[in-house]
């Protein structure tokens, strides 16, 4: 069995990395609209979270996209993707649910 390895990562330049970020705070604070944080931790939580997630979901879906090509024991790399894939789903809901019940009252209409 030999695993193929990718001839090479694609990273994006930090400049389009940066704007990236950029856009996506301002989808995810518009997402939060009528609630607006209320405290220093709640407005520090709320623009710092989404960042470890996109991270993750970016070497998921990279880690993805390299076991798809491989042949031997397809069936195995499927329940490896489909492993990861699920791992992400699951890092999203307890990053939510703990914010959510950590800083509940923290938050106020806008």
Do not use: D, N
């Not at 030999?2 to 856009?23: G, M, N, T, Y």
């Not at 709320?46 to 070497?59: N, Q």
């Amino acid at each position: 069995m030999q695993l193929r390895l990718p001839q090479k990562l694609i990273l994006p330049s930090p400049r389009h990395a940066a704007a990236a970020l950029l856009v996506g705070e301002v989808i995810w604070l518009s997402l939060l609209y009528p609630l607006v944080p209320g405290s220093l931790l709640a407005w520090v939580v709320t623009l710092f979270l989404p960042i470890p997630i996109v991270m993750y979901g970016y070497f998921a879906l990279g880690a993805v996209c390299w076991l798809s090509p491989q042949s031997p024991a397809s069936k195995w790399r499927q329940l490896l993707a489909a492993l990861v894939a699920i791992s992400f789903g699951v890092l999203v809901f307890l990053a939510v649910y703990c914010v959510e019940h950590q800083l509940s009252g923290q938050f106020h209409y806008g």
